[in-house]
């Protein structure tokens, strides 16, 4: 586990997903990149999208979920060069 940015902690070993719920509106509002994601990285965890970091390395870099949300909460660290 390592920190990439303040508050983003790194399970996986080539992306983190991250959703910044400062800026999400919820599933019940939006829920976009739940239905687009073709490898089911991101779940419903109350009334709000989460990452499942078990399935963060399975990311293929489509960005689906990027360019179905809305309010742009979506962003996906590449942790390698």
Known sequence: MREIA?????????IKVE???????GIDECGQCIRVCPVN????????????????DECTLCELCIQACRPAAI????LYE
């Open 19 to 25: 959703i910044d719920f400062d800026k999400c509106v």
């Open 75 to 78: 962003i996906i660290h590449k």
């Open 41 to 56: 990285i991101l779940m419903k965890n109350g009334d709000m999208p989460v990452a499942v970091e078990e399935n963060e």
């Open 6 to 14: 303040e508050g983003v902690i790194a399970m996986g070993e080539f």
